[in-house]
């Protein structure tokens, strides 16, 4: 299992809400669909290299 890195991260309620329920949808969960979301972002920014990407295959969907 590759290592996560921990962090408390501060959002306001309202864009909480949106990404839970985005997350729903998804059937994902709120950490997983943040996940999902950065991934997507670095790779659209192509910030996302073969040296950067994650072993686990379950952000794609």
């Known amino acids: 299992m590759s290592k996560k890195k921990s962090f408390v991260l501060r959002i306001d309620p309202e864009t909480f809400k949106l990404i839970e329920k985005w997350a729903d949808d998804e059937f994902r ?33």
């Open 29 to 61: 969960s709120v950490n997983g669909q943040l996940e999902w979301m950065m991934h997507k972002c670095l790779k659209d920014a192509k910030r996302l290299n073969n040296k950067n990407k994650p072993d686990d295959t379950s952000l794609e969907k």
